[in-house]
T-cell receptor, first 114, second 111 residues
Framework: DAGVIQSPRHEVTEMGQEVTLRCKPI?????LFWYRQTMMRGLELLIY????????DSGMPEDRFSAKMPNASFSTLKIQPSEPRDSAVYFC????????????FGSGTQLSVL | QQQVKQSPQSLIVQKGGISIINCAYE??????FPWYQQFPGKGPALLIA?????SEKKEGRFTISFNKSAKQFSLHIMDSQPGDSATYFC??????????FGTGTSLTVIP
């Protein structure tokens, strides 16, 4: 298995632009998570899905952030409009369960908003 | 509000030394405590994990020590090697719920 695949690896955009991050989870994993990593706050959970349904989006910072999972093999995280404070590394992870299960992370998307 | 507090933020250790990273939590509902290791440009990967029914778990050079009464747990890396240089995240989770991660510790092992 290729693992969790994220794209793009790097994204540089200007403030106000729309940014879309993409994720393909490991086949057979029922849970998909979006995390944001910053120096100050470490790994923050933004939202997670179970069987393509959003379960908890309380970590989404504001309405500018949205996430979708149209099918079991694809998810997107969208920021519109983007702001410089959104600059971070965004990780997608998947697992076969919720708690007490191993999380498999992608390599992340390094987002820079100028 | 940080559910899991991790220290130190960064750590420099000589090759062959012991690296120690500490984490503390408040939520007594947490029942699973994993450590994740992250190399530059990569996503975190599970390193070792412990449940609160044991006080210690060892896998090779990596050991988790768990103190339930103090609500603290730590990662010990024995005989630290330059290849161990990475960022380490502790985490905690209550049954059937999400993971809560610490803020990470950047470990550098000097040859």
């Amino acid at each position: 298995d290729a693992g969790v695949i994220q794209s793009p690896r790097h994204e540089v955009t200007e403030m106000g632009q729309e940014v879309t991050l993409r994720c393909k989870p490991i086949s057979g994993h029922d849970y998909l998570f979006w995390y944001r990593q910053t120096m100050m706050r470490g790994l923050e959970l933004l939202i997670y899905f179970n069987n393509n349904v959003p379960i908890d989006d309380s970590g989404m910072p504001e309405d500018r952030f949205s996430a979708k999972m149209p099918n079991a093999s694809f998810s997107t995280l969208k920021i519109q409009p983007s702001e410089p404070r959104d600059s971070a590394v965004y990780f997608c992870a998947s697992s076969t369960g919720l708690a007490n299960e191993k999380l498999f992370f992608g390599s992340g998307t390094q987002l820079s908003v100028l | 509000q940080q559910q899991v507090k991790q220290s130190p933020q960064s750590l420099i250790v000589q090759k062959g030394g012991i690296s120690i990273i500490n984490c503390a939590y408040e939520n007594t509902a947490f029942d699973y405590f994993p450590w994740y290791q992250q190399f530059p440009g990569k996503g975190p990967a599970l390193l070792i994990a412990i449940r609160p029914d044991v006080s210690e778990k060892k896998e090779g050079r990596f050991t988790i020590s768990f103190n339930k009464s103090a609500k603290q747990f730590s990662l010990h890396i024995m005989d630290s090697q330059p290849g161990d240089s990475a960022t380490y995240f502790c985490a905690a989770t209550p049954a059937g719920n999400q993971f809560y991660f610490g803020t990470g510790t950047s470990l550098t092992v000097i040859p």
